[in-house]
């Protein structure tokens, strides 16, 4: 049974920095892919940034230069640094990986942060 257990979430003053973590147990497969999405209220989840097994990146716009996604593969956990938030960065974020070998997505239960002005 895959879990997915995810943490650092809270609130913030804008301009702070918050680090989520996600990490898969439950499973000897390799995390092929991670992703980081957010969903504000009355808004589409949409996706924040992703890393690949060859640890390539990509990352929405509208956090590019501010928020930086790292993986341990060892540990199975990806990471989402972000530094220089904005109240519009407030949203309930969400881990997502995916597993080759099964074929399946994989969602964490959902991290709130908020950002204050």
């Known amino acids: 049974q895959v879990q997915v257990v995810e943490s650092g979430g809270g609130l913030v003053q804008a301009g702070g920095s918050l680090r989520l973590s996600c990490t898969a147990s439950g499973t000897t497969f390799s995390i092929n892919a991670f992703g980081w999405y957010r969903q504000a209220p009355g808004k589409q989840r949409e996706l924040v940034a992703d890393?690949?097994?060859?640890?390539?990146?990509s990352y929405a716009s509208f956090v590019k230069g501010r928020f930086t996604i790292s993986k341990d593969n060892a540990k199975k956990t990806v990471y989402l640094q972000m530094n220089s938030l904005k109240p519009e960065d407030t949203a309930v974020y969400y881990c997502n990986f995916f597993i080759f070998a099964e074929q399946r997505n994989y969602w964490g239960q959902g991290l709130q942060v908020t950002v204050s002005s």
């Open positions: 890393i690949g097994s060859s640890d390539i990146t």
